[in-house]
């Protein structure tokens, strides 16, 4: 395994401490490990991923001492630098459980529950925003959505924009360890894009996976091994010659607890979130911003 580099730190508020986080030995291409079969609601069936994914090696261990020192933020944390955790407040938590979410099959068993209490729908966003403002440092910020995933997921991001309506769970193709840069950006401008948060709604815990490196050191790491602008590597292709060329470098696995939140910068990092263990719907809100906590 490669040695953890100083790059993404983390500044960890939550009560496990560094329990919360484990770390691998890195990545392999896809095609080298089964997925986990998935089995909910009926469907039953073995998650298929992209041609060019690269997934998680499965070798997790507590983090030594060493490493701890190496990821834990100082006093120069910001948005584009540095995985904020925590818990969300105490009366944001009750009120997130008024709505008695627990137990949805499906997204739309999501909305229904939030559509069938308008006024305490209104009253969780008015804590949502009381929440959410003081970590906005004056910035604007915007919800993203309610993300929705079936358990026994080892790796969830996907993009479901390409498919066709009435798509069945089985026709789904994650997109394994990624960034989340878009052709607005490049791989020297990731870091201005901002972050977001979060918060894990469901009933089980989840895990967020990353890679402590920012986009620009993926790209210094890369020029070590061949030359990008033969290659073209780009916002885009980064994260599939970076495990292509360093399939060592390891993974960071926080264990996100219900009505726990992280904070990350995600088109400035390869991550991903997982499911893997659950056995109930997971449900994330999630908002972009330029948030610090």
């Not at 790209?219 to 590597?233: F, G, Q, R, S, T």
Request: charged share 20%; net charge positive; proline share 5%.
């Amino acid at each position: 395994m490669t040695q953890l580099k100083k790059g993404i730190t983390i500044y960890n508020q939550l009560p496990e401490n560094y329990d919360a986080i484990s770390i691998n030995s890195g990545t392999v291409h896809h095609a080298t490990q089964t997925a986990p079969a998935v089995s909910f609601q009926g469907f039953n069936y073995v998650p298929r991923y992209n041609d060019d994914a690269y997934v998680i090696k499965r070798d997790w261990r507590a983090l030594n001492d060493a490493e701890i020192r190496c990821l834990q933020a100082n006093g120069r944390r910001n948005d584009y630098n540095t995985v904020y955790l925590g818990d969300i407040p105490g009366k944001l938590k009750e009120q997130f459980q008024s709505l008695s979410l627990a137990g949805a099959a499906n997204r739309d068993e999501v909305m229904e529950k939030l559509a069938a209490s308008p006024e305490k729908t209104k009253a969780l966003s008015e804590q949502l925003n009381a929440f959410l403002q003081p970590l906005a440092n004056k910035q604007p910020f915007k919800f993203h959505c309610i993300g929705i995933n079936f358990p026994n997921i080892e790796l969830v991001a996907c993009n479901t924009t390409k498919l066709p309506a009435g798509y069945k769970p089985q026709d789904i193709r994650y997109m394994g360890m990624h960034n989340d840069g878009t052709k607005d950006m490049t791989i020297y401008t990731a870091n201005k894009a901002g972050n977001r948060i979060s918060i894990n709604i469901g009933e089980e815990s989840r895990s967020f996976l990353f890679v402590n490196l920012s986009m620009v050191q993926a790209i210094n790491m890369l020029k070590k091994k061949i030359d990008i602008v033969e290659h073209n590597v780009n916002i885009a292709n980064i994260g599939r010659f970076f495990f292509q060329h360093y399939p060592d470098y390891p993974v960071l696995k926080i264990r996100q607890q219900p009505y726990q939140f992280y904070i990350a910068p995600t088109d400035n990092c390869f991550h991903d979130g997982s499911t893997l263990g659950s056995s109930t719907l997971d449900v994330t809100m999630v908002y972009f911003g330029n948030f610090q906590y």
